[in-house]
C-alpha cells in the first residue's frame, strides 16, 4: 500500500530538549516536505525537498532542520523546541517537484512543547 | 505573494443538503488548485484537482471549476451524507513553484441526520 509514514504520532515534550520525527514514503518520491497546522492558519509550509541531498526552506523554517540521505526518508529536527513549536506536523511527498502532480500525505504528529 | 481564502466554518448541514464552500485565490501565474479533505485523526487526502481555467475537478460527488475570471474554485455537492463530516482545505500550487501548496485556513462541516 502506497503510503507516507511518520513516527511518533504524539509526543509531549519540554523546552530545549531535542527531538526528531521521522518520515517515510514507500512510492518512490522524488519530492517530500513538511508542514505544520495551526488553527485559523491553514498548512503552511516548513521545508522541502526536490530529491536526495536538495532542501530548502519554506515559508516557516526557523527553529527546524532537515534532511535528505535517502529518497524514501526526510526527518524533521528540531535542536531546541519552543512552546511556539506546538502543533500539528504533516509530512508530504509527490512524484516530482516540478509537475504540480497532488502530495501524498502522512497521518500527522502531534508535538507538544511544554 | 499566493493566497487562499475560503469561508469561515463550521458549516452545519442537514444529510441530502446542498454544499458550497467557497474558495479564491490570488496568485501570480497559472496555478493548479486542488481540494483536500482532512477526517478527524487524519492526514489530507486529494479530492479533487483542476489544472487549468474552465476545468472541472470532481470526485465521489464533489465538484469544483476553476473560475479564472473570478480566480475562484468553489466545491459542491449535491447531497451530502454525515460521513462527509470532515475539514476542507483550497490549496493551489504555482507551476515552476516547487510544488508547494498554499493552502486556506480550511472549513469545517458538520452534517447531521
Known amino acids: 500500500e502506497a503510503q507516507v509514514t511518520q513516527n511518533p504520532r504524539y509526543l509531549i515534550t519540554v523546552t530545549g530538549k531535542k527531538l526528531t520525527v521521522t518520515c517515510s514514503q514507500n512510492m518512490n518520491h522524488e519530492y517530500m516536505s513538511w508542514y505544520r497546522q495551526d488553527p485559523g492558519l491553514g498548512l503552511r509550509q516548513i521545508y522541502y525537498s526536490m530529491n536526495v541531498e536538495v532542501t530548502d526552506k519554506g515559508d516557516v523554517p526557523e527553529g527546524y532542520k532537515v534532511s535528505r540521505k535517502e529518497k524514501r526518508n526526510f526527518p524533521l529536527i528540531l535542536e531546541s523546541p519552543s512552546p511556539n513549536q506546538t502543533s500539528l506536523y504533516f509530512c508530504a511527498s509527490s512524484f516530482d517537484g516540478y509537475s504540480n502532480q497532488p502530495q501524498h500525505f502522512g497521518d500527522g504528529t502531534r508535538l507538544s512543547i511544554l | 505573494g499566493d493566497s487562499v481564502t475560503q469561508m469561515e466554518g463550521p458549516v452545519t448541514l442537514s444529510e441530502e443538503a446542498f454544499l458550497t464552500i467557497n474558495c479564491t485565490y490570488t496568485?501570480?501565474?497559472?496555478?493548479?488548485l486542488f481540494w483536500y479533505v482532512q477526517y478527524p485523526g487524519e492526514g489530507l487526502q486529494l479530492l479533487l484537482k483542476?489544472?487549468?481555467?474552465?476545468d472541472k475537478g470532481s470526485n465521489k460527488g464533489f465538484e469544483a471549476t476553476y473560475r479564472k475570471e473570478t480566480t475562484s474554485f468553489h466545491l459542491e455537492k449535491g447531497s451530502v451524507q454525515v460521513s462527509d463530516s470532515a475539514v476542507y482545505f483550497c490549496a493551489l500550487s504555482e507551476t515552476g513553484g516547487g510544488n508547494k501548496l498554499t493552502f486556506g485556513t480550511g472549513t469545517q462541516l458538520k452534517v447531521e441526520l
Open positions: 483542476a489544472t487549468k481555467a474552465d
Open positions: 496568485a501570480t501565474g497559472y496555478p493548479s
